[in-house]
DNA sequence: AACGCGTGCAACCGCAAGCTT
DNA sequence: CAAGCTTGCGGTTGCACGCGT
């Protein structure tokens, strides 16, 4: 419309200087009129660009340069079973956290995952001692560290994999993940995750425990609240089965016949990991190293407890 | 110390929805 | 009602950094 105007846009990152300009025009107008700013030759930038800096960047209370809490990631990864690839969504349920902050943290978690599913089943160490059989047949129990930061020390619990993983009230209710890790159906993986319809809306809560995992900010208050899918609830009821297969990747990473998962209250450490070093990424690992590799949710989808009033 | 690789992040692009005229 | 414009969203890409060899 404009002809060659777009030559004087500029692209690439943002100067100081120019964050400054953009933030001085939100003072005074508010988050908006974004292509104005360079009607008025205040940047060069195009609005887009502009608005982008602004939400990603500039934002008040922005969570910049902090990793994702273990219960952020919980979040994440139920809300995109539940609603898909909605990271603008998802990520309002997520406070101080961008669509693209989501966005940034699904890609590399799959891209994680799918690296260590394509290259775990012939891999030597983790195949030999489990015999012939599909090693996902078999019946280990299941040791995750503890994810705290805190210190090498961890509560560590069994969980005999035939057993329900469903713990007393102040821990956290595991839930067997769905067929997404069964490695037959790794083909499809990225497009298995991408939508899951038959996802309910009902009144729920997402919860860790009794807890309700975070508060939903008000702009969602309209929002049915996150429910728990009959599918989650059909692989809640066969974890009891022997062959149902929640642990199989595991089988073909670098499990032993034994592992064990510790869950409880120091797992679930709260956010002030940010800025203070990356707990999560930190946590401790001990022998069992292969956790830091591993997809943390694999074992723990929450559960999302119903209301009180619901049952 | 150099190199290669993996990862995280910032930013761009195209498309679609919503709004305004 | 339609066209143009703005805003928002999701996918993708490129770069910088850290780590292992």
Redesign the pocket.
């Known amino acids: ?1 404009e002809g060659n105007r777009e030559e004087g846009i500029r ?4 100067k100081a200087e120019e964050d400054e300009v953009l933030i001085n025009h939100v003072r005074k107008y508010g ?5 104005s700013i360079r009607s008025k030759g205040l940047l060069r930038r195009t ?3 502009c ?3 602004w939400v ?2 500039l934002r008040p209370n922005l969570k ?2 902090c ?1 994702f809490s273990l219960e952020e990631e919980r979040v994440v990864i139920e809300l995109q079973a539940q609603f898909g ?5 998802i990520a309002t349920y997520l406070p101080g956290r961008t ?3 989501v ?3 699904w ?2 978690r799959q ?2 995952l799918a ?1 260590i599913l394509q290259t775990s089943p012939n891999s030597s160490k983790s195949q030999k001692s489990k015999g012939d059989g599909p090693s996902y047949h078999e019946v280990p129990t299941f040791e995750a560290r503890n994810f705290s930061s805190s210190s090498g020390e961890s509560s560590s619990k069994v969980l005999p994999r035939s057993s329900s993983c469903i713990q007393n009230s102040d821990m956290i209710k595991m839930v067997p993940l769905p067929d997404l890790v069964n490695p037959s159906k790794l083909v499809n993986f990225d497009q298995d995750l ?1 939508h899951q319809p038959e996802f309910n809306t009902t009144e729920k809560n997402l919860c860790i425990g009794s807890q309700p995992l975070i508060p939903f900010p008000p702009a969602l208050k309209s929002q049915p609240d996150l429910t728990f899918s009959s599918e989650s609830e059909d692989h809640l009821a066969r974890f009891g089965d022997p062959y149902f297969d929640v642990f199989g990747t595991l089988d073909a990473l670098k499990l032993g016949n034994e592992a064990e998962l510790s869950f409880g209250p120091p797992f679930l450490e709260p956010t002030e990991s940010c800025r203070t070093g990356g707990a999560i990424e930190k946590f401790d690992t001990t022998p069992d190293v292969f956790f830091d590799d591993f997809p943390v949710d694999m074992f723990d989808q929450i559960e999302l407890l119903p209301k009180s009033s619901q049952q």
């Open positions: 419309m692209k690439g990152p943002w988050p908006r009129d974004w292509s609005g887009k660009s608005r982008l800096r990603n960047k910049n340069g990793k690839n909605k990271w603008a969504r669509d693209n902050d966005k940034n943290f890609s590399s891209k994680r690296r991408g």
